[in-house]
Structure formats: structure tokens, C-alpha cells
């Protein structure tokens, strides 16, 4: 059974940013072979939409309304994934969910707000 367990929310004013970071527990073997990525919900009951992912190799693919703006990153020795936001916009704000084989983070608040 893979856990995750995400961090970094919080509240910020347009242009600023933010880092989120998801810690994964489970079998090594399975983890260092999952694509990790993080998702999103912009409104409640929506389906969470990609955000970026990247593979364990460290491909990663990003969603259009993000591209230049968030950076994916992937430590495997430590199971970690980290999204770095930049250059915030109200349109960011969102729960921001980890993902990965099919599992899920509870979820952290993002909210970009002046």
C-alpha cells in the first residue's frame, strides 16, 4: 500500500510563490517505478486535472496554463516529489493533490489572493 503525505500550501499574493512537497511510503521497489505527479481541483466536486508529472526517470509534462511557470522534481533515494510554483495567479488556486499508482494525498489548500 503506497501512502502520500504532501506539504506546502498556504496562502499568496499574485506573483509570488509557492513549494509543495509529497513524501511517498510503500514498497521501494514499486515507488521507484511509479510516475509521480501532482493534479488539482480547481472546484469542489470536479475532477482533479493534471498539473505536471514526471516519471521516475525524470521525464516530466506539464499542463499548458503552467508551462514555464512550475518546475516538477523528483528525489527516488528519498520518494519525494516537489512542485515548485512561481509567477502565482488567482487562476492557481486550488487543492493540490499527489498522485501516484493510482493512490492519493489528502490534499493541500492553495490559495492565490491579493
Known amino acids: 500500500q503506497v501512502q502520500l503525505v504532501e506539504s506546502g500550501g498556504g496562502v499568496v499574493q499574485p506573483g509570488g510563490s509557492l513549494r509543495l512537497s509529497c513524501t511517498a511510503s510503500?514498497?521501494?521497489?514499486?515507488?521507484?517505478?511509479?510516475?509521480m505527479g501532482w493534479y488539482r481541483r480547481q472546484t469542489p466536486g470536479n475532477p482533479r486535472e493534471p498539473v505536471a508529472?514526471?516519471?521516475?526517470?525524470?521525464?516530466?509534462n506539464y499542463a499548458d496554463s503552467v508551462k514555464g511557470r512550475f518546475t516538477i522534481s523528483r528525489d527516488n533515494a528519498k520518494n519525494m516529489v516537489t512542485l515548485q510554483m512561481n509567477s502565482l495567479k488567482p487562476d492557481d488556486t486550488a487543492v493540490y493533490y499527489c498522485?501516484?499508482?493510482?493512490?492519493w494525498g489528502q490534499g493541500t489548500q492553495v490559495t492565490v489572493s491579493s
Open positions: 498522485g501516484m499508482g493510482g493512490n
Open positions: 510503500g514498497p521501494g521497489h514499486i515507488l521507484s517505478t511509479y510516475i
Open positions: 508529472v514526471i516519471s521516475s526517470g525524470g521525464v516530466t
